[in-house]
C-alpha cells in the first residue's frame, strides 16, 4: 500500500504524492467543486487527500438556512475499497442564525463530519447476492465522485433545531418585549395561572 503526503496543488488540480521503490510518484486528480475525479485510484488501499473551500452557492439547501453564510472549509480523504470509494473528512463553515429564546440573531460555527462509501451506479444489479455492504445511499458513474449531497446532508444534521446565543440566554419579556440580557425591565414576573382568571374576576365583584 502506497504511502500518501499532502497534496500539493495546480490550478483547480491536485496531486496525491506517493512513495515507490523508485521514488515519489505525482498523479494528478481533479476537484472541481464538490465533483472529485478518482480514475487514479485504481488499487484497493490506495487514496488521495483534497482541501476546498466552496462557496456555500454550491450547496443550495445550505443557502436557505441562516443568513451571511461564510464559504465550506472542507478536508478530506477519498479511499478505495473492495466496493467502491470511502469518502471521509469534516465540513467547517459560520452562519448568521436566530436565537429561539430572545430573537437575535448570532453568528455560530459549524463543524460537520462526514463518512460514506460511494459504489457504482447499478452495482445492486448486478450482485443481487447478499455482500458485506449494506444498502447503499450513495452511487457514481464514470471517473466521478459529487459528495455535495454529503457534505449537505453532514452539515444540515449539525445544525440546530432551536438556536441559542448562548447557553443563559434570559430570552425577551413576554409582556414589553425587552431582550433581558440587555437589561432587566420593570413589568411583573409573577405571572397568574389562566385557570384561575374566572375565580381571580369573581373576587373582584364582590
Known sequence: MPYVFSGCRKGLGACSRYLTGTGI??????????????AALGKIGSSLDFEEVVGVNHFPELTQIGESQTPLQIKGTVLKTKFGF????????SLTLTCSRCLTPFEQTIKADFSEEYVPAGYKAENPEPSELEDPAHTFQGDYIDITRLVTEAVILEIPMKAVCRNDCKGICPECGQVLNEKVCDCDKVQPDPRLAVLADLLKNQ
Not at 25 to 38: A, G, K, L, S
Request: hydrophobic letters at 55%.
Open 86 to 93: 470511502l469518502v471521509s473528512g469534516a465540513a467547517e463553515m
Open 25 to 38: 510518484v505525482c498523479i494528478i486528480y481533479e476537484v472541481t467543486y464538490m465533483r472529485i475525479r478518482i
